[in-house]
């Protein structure tokens, strides 16, 4: 606990943060109304549950803050609306990820996943911006909004720690980002992410670092049975179809691209049901960027592919699909950002005032994230259930727990708040319904999440 707390407090060091204000020049005199401190504490905790908070009211909490810091909304306004107030928050948030970073709690991983150091997950999520701000934050184009900034995360499952977090125009494929996360990776560390960020060099990188990967195969990437550089590559579609007509899983060894990366490539046939489902999908998107579905798509969609280097002794491959569900994780995190953290909600026009809210809300979701790596670890070892970061959430904002703990400088009576409420509040219930966690401890094949078309968990197999 007292690791936590400390980690927690050094982010929310006053004298650190009026150094840096000063050393960032966001603020330049000794005697400014506003103090570095008070406008970190105003940006990510005080106002976490009033997204659409005005200029005014803002005025009104800091003067709650410190009643010195006696500012007009117009003077704030310009002090939001500058570079030097960009640095500093992102120098704020980088403290918090490094503090996130040293903590060393962390969950058990079912003896599936024991074989690996640490668990990655990366994905990234965009938010809609006023259409005047399309030349900082390039929209992705089609139907989808102008303007509009892409946050993507680099995440350890086991640890529950967040390695990076960048910012850039949602125009930016995933794929610019593949090669970041090996900077992370140490032998032995497992990486799941999507298609997104599928790249055959990356593959290439996470495995000469003695690192594994899981990933979706990228429709398009030619596939080899040998490493001949003469070797022609597969139509895998009808190979599969007249070869292992009759099986509804396929392992194979193969070698992808140019490069012939060697790999394992596991293959699913999903019933009709689940298929008539993709294609309609499928059929839909298209349509909505005024395209046709191609029978090449059509016949590619009757499977489900995945690519690992991770050997058959450690995944059998009915559970390989399950194990990729694991990403999924990522997915219901961004979620409680925007549901909870109101992450995606962004009032102004200017690209500075954007970019001060978004690094604020992140080192708030970080100092979340801190805690919630803390709950995580002592549900498991004090009850062995699983810590719910909704629950926690909606905890935290409820009486202004992590705001008036960040201000009275009072953490550690917030953990043992955390600690005293957690098994009858924040773990999730117990319920019929397996968990990730649980479907991946049971080793379950995934290919039942075909037979059971009521269970939601797997509503990603369509």
């Avoid at 990820?97 to 969950?107: A, G």
């Avoid at 150091?117 to 184009?141: C, M, P, Q």
């Avoid at 990366?261 to 059929?283: D, G, H, Q, S």
């Avoid at 990522?330 to 026009?349: A, D, P, R, Y």
Wanted: proline share 3%.
């Amino acid at each position: 606990m007292e690791e936590v707390r400390s980690a927690m407090a050094q982010v929310i060091d006053s004298e650190w943060l009026i150094l840096t204000a000063r050393r960032c020049g966001f603020v330049q005199r000794i005697t400014s109304r506003l103090r570095g401190d008070d406008f970190v504490k105003l940006l990510t905790t005080e106002v976490l549950a009033l997204p659409q908070i005005s200029l005014p009211a803002m005025c009104d909490v800091l003067r709650q803050i410190n009643p010195d810091a006696d500012i007009s909304p117009q003077r704030l306004c310009q002090r939001i609306n500058s570079q030097k107030a960009v640095n500093y928050l992102e120098e704020v948030l980088n403290l918090a990820v490094r503090k996130n970073l040293e903590l060393t709690e962390s969950k058990s991983l079912p003896s599936i996943l024991a074989h690996f150091n640490r668990v990655f997950l990366e994905d990234s999520t965009v938010i809609s911006l006023h259409e005047k701000l399309a030349n900082k934050f390039r929209g992705s184009g089609g139907s989808a909004s102008k303007a509009a900034l892409k946050v993507d995360l680099v995440y350890e499952y086991k640890g529950h720690t967040i390695h990076e977090l960048s910012i850039s125009g949602a125009a930016v494929p995933d794929q610019r980002r593949t090669g970041a996360i090996v900077d992370h990776l140490q032998t032995g560390d497992l990486v799941i992410r999507d298609l997104g960020y599928f790249s055959i060099s990356s593959l290439a990188d996470i495995s000469a670092k003695g690192a594994f990967y899981l990933s979706r195969l990228l429709k398009g990437v030619n596939v080899y049975q040998t490493h001949e550089p003469t070797a022609p590559a597969i139509d895998l579609v009808n190979y599969l179809d007249k070869e292992f007509i009759h099986q509804n899983i396929i392992d194979l060894d193969v070698y992808l691209g140019e490069e012939r990366v060697p790999c394992r490539l596991i293959v699913y046939r999903p019933p009709a049901t689940v298929v008539n489902e993709r294609i309609r999908k499928a059929k839909a998107k298209a349509k909505k960027k005024g395209k046709q579905l191609s029978e090449a798509y059509k016949q590619w969609l009757r499977f489900t592919f995945f690519v690992t280097n991770v050997s058959r002794e450690v995944w059998r491959p009915e559970v390989v699909g399950t194990i990729y569900r694991l990403r999924w994780q990522i997915e219901l995190t961004f979620k409680s950002w925007k549901s909870l953290c109101h992450i995606h909600v962004l009032k102004g026009q200017r690209p500075e005032r954007i970019e001060c809210l978004v690094y604020a809300r992140l080192t708030a979701i970080v100092l979340i994230t801190i805690l919630y790596g803390f709950a995580s670890w002592y549900a498991e070892n004090q009850f062995q259930r699983e810590a719910s970061l909704h629950k926690l959430v909606e905890w935290l904002k409820r009486k202004d727990r992590l705001s008036k703990a960040v201000l009275s400088r009072e953490l550690h009576l917030l953990l043992e708040d955390l600690m005293r409420d957690l098994p009858k509040m924040l773990c999730k219930q117990k319920r019929k319904r397996k968990t990730t966690q649980q479907l991946i401890e049971s080793e379950v094949p995934y290919e039942d999440s075909f037979s059971n078309k009521n269970d939601q968990l797997f509503k990603d197999a369509a």
